[in-house]
């Protein structure tokens, strides 16, 4: 994309009302735009990192067998009343149409992922089954400070799991907590699994994917040898006290954030709404099941707190809104542009997803625009490279500069 047909702009200072590093970063940067607290609609660069963030996410659920649905937003109210959570999940939106009649929005969707489960579901032959979705969710949150991190409307991953046993439950569980680990990984980040105390509905275990960051809203307590981590709001340990678990390293605290969670949801659910197939003897019972949750939204603004610095956004490459950003340092010499132009043609034909900055603006301003907007690998064409006939290459993350003949740049690029 040509930089100058992107209809954002950046800006210097960020609106006096955002107080979280990651809002006022990705609203400076034209990433976002907010339309109250808790809610941001996302501009082109933000909403391609978004995409790719959803597209890690779904490669690692389509991986350990998660079939991909699109549910629902709107919702009626009856399935909400029937699990109780209607009257019991304050965050739960309550919509009277003009006929009196009551909806809610989807705030999580078990109300909606169990009926369907259920159409299909009527033998032991058709367990396990694991459904999910990427979509928006609403949620009458209290406090929404902390930028896209604690949304009014945000982006979750939600899936939802229907299992014969609660070995097969386990199984499964253990098998998306490393699809989950991957996901922060390949985002950037290193998500640490701690044991926490189930929702509201279930007395089961369920687990926190926390990354730590003086942004996050909870406290944990981490190993520093192993990798056991736990809630300290539930635990009964304390920071300087030995691990349980390895018995070598200690326990340290911090803050960090909550960008995933897996309940086990036990028959809750499936009682509800009076949901059973027939198991191996020919009896009629209940699946278990399990809900597992990944913030999308949250997850982009913990990369954008874990991964910057004083001058903006350092993306990590899978995450990063544009492989590479092409700048050209012209001085309006004709010469430079054509090659500048003749080098982004050239990247677009090698399907390298290239932001090219072919503004007619100072070089101080191109270089400030792409220390802000934090795209992973720069190339820059000015008159020096072009004598030397090389591209001159910066990684945003060491600010590691390499100069590449002309010839070689898609190789390095695709390598
Ligand atoms: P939290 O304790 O932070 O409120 P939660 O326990 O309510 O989270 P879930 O209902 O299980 O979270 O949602 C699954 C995931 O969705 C969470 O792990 C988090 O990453 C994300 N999430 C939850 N609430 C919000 C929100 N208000 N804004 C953005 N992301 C959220
Ligand atoms: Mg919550």
Redesign the pocket.
Known sequence: MRQSNLFTKTRKLAPKDEVSKNAQLLIRAGFIHKEMAGVYSYLPLGRVVLEKIERIVRDEMNKIGGQEIKMATLHPSEPWKQTGAWDNVDVVFKILSRTEKEYTIGQ?EEEIATPIAQEYITSYKDLPLALYQIGQKY?D?LRAKSGI????E?T?KDMYSFHETQEDFDRFYHTAKEAYLRVYERCGLVAKATEASG?AFTTKLSY?FMVLTDAG?DDILYCDKCSYCVNAEISDSKAGGGCTRCNIGSLARAKAS????IFDLGTKYAKDFDFTYKNRDGKNVHPIMGCF???I??LMGVIVEACSDEKGIVWPKEVSPFAVHLIAITGGNKDIIAEADRLYELLVDNGIDVLFDDRDTRAGEKFADADLIGISTRLIISEKTMTEGSVEMISRVDGVSTMIPDSEVIRRLTD
């Open positions: 999580s949620r949150e991190m604690r949304g009014r945000f979750m929702g926190e809203e909550e960008v995933g969670n949750g990944i913030g939204t949250r």
